[in-house]
């Protein structure tokens, strides 16, 4: 059982077009980070959230945390062909060093 | 400051070989991390090192093991591979809970 649900699994675009990715979880977690993974690349930090209701931007790209830090979503609006990548959503288990990964958002952005 | 280096990028084994993956992380991160990462799957914990000292292991059988050395750099061994072991193994490290993680560019290993 995925302790993290993201959605959707796919998603294909056309340049300009915005979308939404959500990552959801019946646990708590303290914070939440989101990833991008580019083919043949380790996954690279985009952003944390760590207070519930918390909005974070990052140019295009806003984030927000629940208010009761179950989920999570990531928002890119007019959506450009670099923004093709795998998406993560990913949280620390038990505050420890372990992080598990949602399965990931493969999207694509066709110009 | 240089990233986390993992070596061999590539690589082919055979069923039933061992292999053994390194890792280099960034100068004066202590925690090191190993994920797995297939297409079924996804990314997925192996176990986590911090000052020598195995902190933290995820649901993976005992022939996958690691061990960290006293300049924190870590290796990751699977013994006896097999088929379903083919994937990129991904090395993080950080300064410590709570602090950014920073992945590697991975190795690819193909059992065949």
């Known amino acids: 059982t995925q302790l993290l649900e993201q959605s959707p699994q796919f998603l294909s675009i056309q340049e300009g077009e915005n979308l939404t990715v959500y990552c959801n979880s019946s646990?708590?977690?303290?914070?939440l980070q989101w990833y991008r993974q580019e083919p043949g690349e380790g996954p690279v930090l985009l952003v944390t959230v760590v207070t519930g209701g918390e909005v974070k931007k990052l140019k295009r790209l806003t984030f927000q945390f629940g208010d009761a830090r179950k989920d999570s979503s990531l928002h890119i609006t007019a959506a450009q062909p670099g923004d093709t990548g795998l998406y993560l959503c990913a949280a620390f288990y038990n505050q420890g060093g372990k992080l598990i990964f949602g399965q990931g958002t493969e999207l694509s952005v066709k110009p | 400051k240089a990233g986390v280096t993992q070596t061999p990028r590539y690589l082919i084994k055979t069923r039933g070989q061992q292999v053994t993956l390194s890792c280099s992380p960034i100068?004066?991160?202590?925690?090191v991390s190993w994920y797995q990462q297939t297409p079924g799957q996804g990314l997925q914990f192996l176990f986590e090192y911090f000052s020598e000292t195995q902190r933290n292991k995820g649901n993976f059988p005992g022939r996958f093991s690691g061990r960290q050395f006293s300049n924190s750099r870590s290796e990751m061994n699977v013994s006896t591979l097999e088929l379903g072991d083919s994937a990129l193994y991904l090395c993080?490290?950080?300064?410590?809970?709570?602090?950014?993680?920073?992945f590697g560019e991975g190795s690819w290993l193909t059992v065949v």
């Open positions: 646990s708590v977690f303290s914070s």
């Open positions: 993080a490290s950080s300064g410590g809970y709570g602090n950014t993680i920073y």
């Open positions: 100068s004066g991160h202590r925690s």
